[in-house]
Each structure stands twice: as C-alpha cells, then as structure tokens.
C-alpha cells in the first residue's frame, strides 16, 4: 500500500540550532503535504502544510520544501526553543478518499537547554 | 472556538465488552475522520465521512468495528465485542470539504482493553 518513510526517528539539537526532519512518498498523486506537532496527552496539532503546486513555503521560524520529482518533502525550524520539544508527523493525503491521510512514524525532537 | 470534542478521554474495560467513541466535529466542518494511534502502527485512517456519509472504509479492521454519523455534529465508533488488542488511542478530526483541507484532531480517547 502506500507508504511515508519518515527519518529520524529521534532527533536531539542544541536551543537556538536548526532541526530537520525528512519524509519520502509513494503515491505520484499525493497533491497535499501537512506537518502535525503532537504534545503528550495532546491531538496532533497542523503547523504547516504544503500544496504540490509550490516547492516552498514559510511561516515565522517554520518552513517545509517540497520536491515532488524525488518525492520527498522536509520540516525546517529555525532558532528552536524548548517549547518546540514534541513528537512531529509528516503525511500526505494517499490514506484513503480524496483526503484521508497517511502518517509518518513520527520524530521525537527533542531541544537541550 | 471549540476545537473537535471526543469523549470519554479515556476508558477501561474488559474484553467482550461494547465500547463506544464519540465524536462532535468543528461546527461547519462537513469532513470527519477517525484515526487509531499505537506503537506498533503509528496513526492510521479507519473511515472517513463527507456530508455524514461514509466514503472509504477501508481501514476498519474487522467487522467489530462500525461507525455512525447521524448528523453533521455527531458521531459514534464502536467496537463490539471488544478486544485487548484493540487499545490505543482513537482520534477524530474534521475539516471543510474541499480538496487538502486541512485536519483538526481533537485530543482523543485513550483506550484500554483488560
């Protein structure tokens, strides 16, 4: 079935240093790429997401690319902080339906004071 | 403005028992979508409603499992009889229906099957 490769699994940089977090696809017709923040205890939580129509898009310390030739997409933060210590899903939208979504496996970023 | 609702948040029962999820969506949202998260599996789409209709079932495990949706800000998943495998956390999200729209997940049940 279709798949989202998402690596690393654990990802530990120091405040203030820059994260990246990488996601592969399978299905050539995913069109839609969102990026979830879950907090323990927590719902997924959508902080940026990407059409297949633009190769990037930003928002504050927040960024995600896309190349739809290689099919893979990445999360870049910028100048992290302790509050951005969670566990962050990739996914695009071959899960089913027009809109049902396929996870990633997840990152656990993890930012040292 | 009320982000999704699920209820209980959590529950324990005993296997064989009837276990049943609710759900209210984002008022206008017309999308809902149940998801199950575990370890093993990470989050999976069970089913997916438009207009309260199901449109992709294809995720439901077994035919223990059955969800309704009523009406526009309503909605149940059921799991009868239920099983210890069958623990995890369930979520419901819900969005416009309009193509990429984007999902809001409401904070789960945690589900426990002694």
């Known amino acids: 079935g279709e798949n989202v490769e998402q690596h690393p699994s654990t990802l530990s940089v120091q405040e203030g240093d820059s994260a990246v977090i990488k996601c592969t696809y399978s299905?050539?017709?995913?069109?839609?790429f969102p990026w979830y923040k879950q907090e323990l205890g927590k719902g997924p939580q959508l902080i940026i997401d990407?059409?297949?129509?633009?190769g990037e898009k930003k928002d504050q310390r927040i960024a995600v690319t896309l190349n739809k030739t290689a099919k893979h997409f990445s999360l870049h933060i910028t100048e992290t902080q302790p509050e951005d210590s969670a566990v962050y899903f990739c996914?695009?939208?071959?899960?089913?339906?027009?809109?049902?979504?396929?996870f990633g496996k997840g990152t656990h970023l993890i930012i040292q004071p | 403005d009320a982000g999704v609702i699920q209820s209980p948040r959590h529950e324990v029962t005993e296997m064989g028992q009837e276990v049943t999820l609710r759900c209210k969506p984002i008022s206008g949202h017309n999308s809902l979508f149940w998801y199950r998260q575990t370890m093993m599996r990470g989050l999976e789409l069970l089913i997916y409603f438009n207009n309260n209709v199901p449109i992709d079932d294809s995720g439901m495990p077994e035919d223990r499992f059955s969800a309704k949706m009523p009406n526009a800000s309503f909605s149940t998943l059921k799991i009868q009889p239920s099983e210890p495998r069958d623990s995890a956390v369930y979520f419901c999200a819900s969005s416009f229906t309009t193509a990429q729209a984007p999902q809001h997940f409401g904070d789960g049940t945690r589900l426990s099957i002694l």
């Open positions: 996914a695009d939208n071959s899960g089913g339906g027009a809109d049902g979504l396929t």
């Open positions: 299905d050539s017709a995913s069109n839609y």
């Open positions: 990407i059409r297949s129509n633009v």
